[in-house]
């Protein structure tokens, strides 16, 4: 029998290879666009533990032994961007009579074996256990020291705001008086009844009796 | 049946792998058309689409116009054999309230602490109405033996058949009887 439709693979994960472009940019697309490349295993981390704004040091490369600042986060692939750190050069906007503006452009770093965090308190690496405080806060503690690592204000940042008390509310927005007010007050009353009330019907008709059959 | 017609059923017999289509044409023997149209000239709408684009397709000057571009697909009536009755009731009366000043917004500021509320069920209603006079009255002695009010409340004092009869008091039509189905409505013309 002749198929009438191409044969329709649904695309999986597997098919996609997260890069350092975000997936809905345009050079995600580009990259993602001819045959599936093999697939990338990554080691499942189960509690995460390396966040924006964070010191880490570098444990490889020419950065070895190097402090830096983490500024991005590929969860999908275990890799962090540390600031200034395991860079390289490269040249954009190059065209043929022009021979480009040359950057340094940084290489992410997997988080499970190239970066380490460094402990507040001695600066030197440590590994990290999830624990909780007494007032049930769950924090990050240095195995050696003990130390809290507190996680920084930059990973609770996002595009509308850097810290959530900093927000500008927009004309669409509900103020947050307004959300925080309890205004329901239960009552013995029907949905239809309530509606009633609230507009001012009054019905002193009573319905006859209906019976089903 | 035209001669060209039998070609292309003989052809079709023999090479069945190719299955190619030959476009052939017939007499009609019926006066009408039949509904024959060059559908492929034609482009044939279905109820997909967004409403902006159903409208301007209204307005094109290549519409047709027995082939209708539905926006809304809710009945407002029902089938009576041939005919559709409407029933002014089933038509929406979209009530929309008057929305200047109104302190509430289509989102929400991310300044606002969001509390988690517990689940209002029947007991929350119950414990909201009644339990403030209950322990009022427990206290001051004035339940019976079988634990009832001596005083009662206008709430305490509420029939489950005056409560039955006050909810049907709205007019709300969830409790009408149902629509007849087109079958139901069919009268059987046998001999007429």
């Known amino acids: 029998m002749i198929q009438y439709l191409p044969y329709q693979r649904k695309r999986r994960t597997q098919d996609f290879r997260f890069t350092t472009n975000r997936p809905w940019t345009q050079e995600f697309k580009r990259e993602n666009e001819g045959l599936p490349r093999s697939e990338v295993f990554i080691e499942p981390i189960k509690d995460w533990s390396i966040f924006r704004g964070d010191r880490v040091e570098i444990l490889v490369g020419r950065d070895k032994g190097k402090h830096g600042i983490v500024s991005q986060i590929f969860e999908e692939r275990n890799w962090v961007i540390v600031n200034g750190m395991n860079w390289y050069y490269r040249r954009i906007g190059e065209s043929d009579d022009y021979p480009g503006t040359i950057i340094r452009q940084e290489l992410p770093l997997l988080v499970t074996t190239e970066v380490s965090l460094v402990d507040p308190s001695d600066n030197k690496i440590t590994k990290v256990v999830w624990r909780y405080t007494e007032d049930g806060e769950k924090v990050r503690v240095s195995s050696r020291t003990g130390r809290i690592i507190p996680v920084p204000a930059a990973a609770n940042e996002t595009y509308d705001y850097k810290v959530k008390s900093a927000y500008l509310e927009g004309d669409k927005d509900t103020k947050s008086d307004v959300v925080e007010k309890v205004t329901f007050q239960p009552e013995l009353k029907t949905f239809d009844m309530d509606v009633m009330k609230s507009m001012g019907i009054e019905e002193d008709r009573t319905p006859k009796k209906s019976y089903w059959y | ?192």
């Open chain 2, 1 to 192: 049946m035209s001669l060209q017609r039998m070609m292309c059923v003989f052809s079709s017999r023999t090479s069945n792998l190719l299955l190619t289509t030959v476009p052939f044409r017939t007499i009609a023997t019926t006066s009408t058309r039949m509904g024959k149209k060059n559908f492929r000239s034609i482009f044939i709408g279905n109820k997909r689409g967004s409403r902006i684009y159903k409208e301007t397709r209204i307005k094109d000057p290549d519409y047709i116009s027995d082939i209708p571009v539905y926006t809304d697909v809710k009945p407002i009536g029902y089938r009576y054999g041939k005919e559709y009755r409407v029933i002014p009731e089933m038509i929406p009366d979209i009530i929309v309230p008057d929305l200047t000043d109104c302190p509430l917004k289509p989102y929400v500021s991310y300044r606002a602490n969001v509390a988690v509320q517990e689940e209002f069920t029947a007991k929350t209603l119950f414990s909201f109405v009644y339990e403030e006079k209950i322990k009022k009255d427990f206290a001051n002695q004035k339940l019976d033996a079988s634990s009832l009010p001596l005083e009662p409340s206008d709430a305490e004092s509420l029939s489950s058949e005056t409560a039955y009869l006050e909810a049907r008091k709205t007019g709300s039509d969830i409790f009408s009887e149902r629509i007849p189905r087109h079958w139901e409505c069919l009268e059987l013309k046998s001999d007429k």
